[in-house]
């Protein structure tokens, strides 16, 4: 166990409808971090939450929104929804940036595949 | 730009035999930091083994080990003594050392480990 939570595991929604994905972090990790993997593809980094303020922003549609709140946990807002949305989508939450703490690994949670009809 | 290259979509091994997974990397930061993560068919992501830029040692952590050749830029896997369970994808990743921690992946190895 990672000690990182996501719900929901499993969401089948239709095009154009909007799903929000949640993430609460390891105990104390300052740091989230959303992925997405789609069929039989790498992750592909979509944004970086550091403390609530945004850190780094990678591929991440503008129908895609983020946003971490005062108690750390994170949302994925997923909105106007297309078939190539669906995807393993993935949080992952380390400590301090900079890798001041250990190796930097980030902790992975189990992942909110989403399926789009 | 930073880009992490892994060119086998697919390996066969024997139980009990030895593997490696390769990984290349390229990067014009000094500091950096690259990781190995399994991903077995249930999905979760689970992390392996790290290798600091300025490590002098190869990394290693039980039956896993990282054949980390600088100069090369490449940071192959060693997995020894395979088990049926290490059947999985295995994806190799490096951190940017500056501001973010985030970590780039490669595209991943599929390992299937036969009997």
């Known amino acids: 166990d990672s000690g990182v939570t996501q719900t929901p595991k499993h969401l089948i929604t239709a095009t154009g409808q909007r799903v929000t994905l949640r993430c609460s972090p390891r105990s104390g990790d300052l740091s989230v971090y959303w992925y997405q993997q789609s069929l039989d593809q790498g992750l592909q980094f979509l944004i970086q939450?550091?403390?609530?303020?945004?850190?780094a922003k990678g591929n991440i549609l503008e129908r895609f929104s983020a946003q971490q709140f005062p108690d750390l946990h994170s949302e994925l807002n997923l909105s106007s929804l297309e078939l190539g949305d669906s995807a393993l989508y993935f949080c992952a939450s380390s400590g301090d940036v900079g890798g001041t703490e250990g190796t930097g690994e980030l902790f992975f949670g189990e992942g909110s595949r989403l399926t789009v009809l | 730009a930073q880009k992490i290259t892994q060119t086998q979509p697919g390996m066969f091994v024997q139980e009990k035999e030895a593997v490696t997974l390769d990984c290349t990397y390229d990067t014009s930061d000094p500091s950096y930091g690259l990781f190995w993560y399994k991903q077995p068919s249930s999905g979760e992501m689970i992390f392996l083994i790290y290798?600091?830029?300025?490590?002098?040692q190869n990394a290693t952590e039980g039956r896993y080990s990282l054949n980390f050749q600088k100069a090369r830029k490449s940071a192959n896997l060693v997995i020894s003594a395979s088990q049926l369970g290490d059947s999985a994808m295995y994806f190799c990743?490096?951190?940017?050392?500056?501001?973010?921690?985030?970590?780039?992946f490669g595209t991943g190895t599929r390992l299937q480990v036969f009997p």
């Open positions: 939450y550091y403390n609530g303020e945004e850190r």
């Open positions: 290798q600091g830029s300025y490590d002098q």
């Open positions: 990743a490096m951190r940017e050392p500056y501001n973010t921690d985030k970590l780039i």
